[in-house]
């Protein structure tokens, strides 16, 4: 994709670009080619199971590591970010998720509600905790962008999601509720991106992640959108020509959020494919 410089002078931070799989570290790449300043930071074990730091060198950007459930590691990230940077925050990207029970395979009906908590906590209480941090400190210049990744469970049924759905619903829930505010005070506008399923350690590990994103690339009729078609959707969130888009979950699925069925799909359903007779 060629540059059209579409973020020079702008500065952000981008959260958990954790490998080259990940969609943050497709958007992290993007914003330093289209003329942006940025931070990277990442959970403190990330050091060791990801190649963030090699992110940083790459593109020759500060990383901060902090954990997005500690309110002085916030403190600490925001006041360092426009230290470095140089000025308030034009972009910010929240691409952070996690959940015990998914991975330690408890059903949905099962659910250990101290590892529900700390799901919460880490994948949508963060984002309340990031806003909150940026508003305290009036760390975002007026008609900024803040964007947290999110996913259509949040609408619909997907049993194997587990209780990612239900923090995905919170996730939407805070950009709604605190873009009100932001908005209103500040200029700054919040919005969630519903993505495609897409391959990332953290999406990869979800039970039968295969088969629902051949499902979904099956139902949508552009295809499953891929983690670079994701960070050039936030690159457009970021720049200026989006400063009246706000408090929105924006999907962006290749038209599966408003696809009821597929000709692909019909085809193999169909009495004759599954040999039912007439």
């Not at 973020?7 to 570290?25: E, H, M, R, T, V």
């Not at 995905?168 to 209103?184: D, M």
């Amino acid at each position: 994709m060629n540059s059209n410089q579409l973020l020079k002078g702008k500065k952000g931070i981008i959260f958990g670009a954790l490998n080259d799989a990940s969609i943050a570290w497709q958007v992290a790449e993007l914003c330093a080619a289209e003329g942006a300043q940025i931070v990277l930071t990442n959970a403190p074990v990330s050091a060791k199971i990801g190649q963030t730091a090699e992110l940083a060198e790459k593109l020759n950007v500060p990383l901060i590591y902090a954990d997005v459930t500690k309110m002085e590691d916030m403190e600490n990230l925001v006041s360092e970010s426009t230290n470095l940077l140089g000025g308030k925050l034009d972009f910010v990207l929240h691409s952070v998720g996690m959940s015990l029970n998914v991975r330690k395979k408890r059903a949905y009906t099962d659910i250990n509600y101290d590892f529900m908590h700390t799901t919460f906590d880490i994948s949508a209480m963060s984002f309340h905790r990031l806003m909150q941090t940026l508003y305290k400190h009036d760390a975002m210049n007026e008609w900024g962008s803040i964007c947290a990744l999110t996913y259509i469970a949040a609408q619909r049924v997907f049993p194997d999601y587990n209780e990612m759905a239900d923090a995905k619903s919170l996730l939407e829930s805070y950009a709604r509720s605190f873009g009100y505010h932001y908005g209103k005070s500040k200029k700054v506008r919040v919005n969630t991106i519903s993505q495609s399923p897409t391959k990332t350690t953290a999406g990869s590990g979800v039970g039968g992640f295969d088969a629902f994103y051949n499902y979904a690339d099956k139902m949508s009729p552009l295809g499953n959108a891929s983690a670079a078609n994701c960070a050039a959707y936030c690159v457009s969130l970021f720049s200026d020509y989006t400063r009246m888009v706000t408090m929105q979950n924006l999907f962006h699925d290749g038209g599966f959020s408003f696809t009821g069925i597929s000709s692909d799909l019909m085809e193999q359903f169909s009495d004759s494919a599954l040999g039912k007779s007439e």
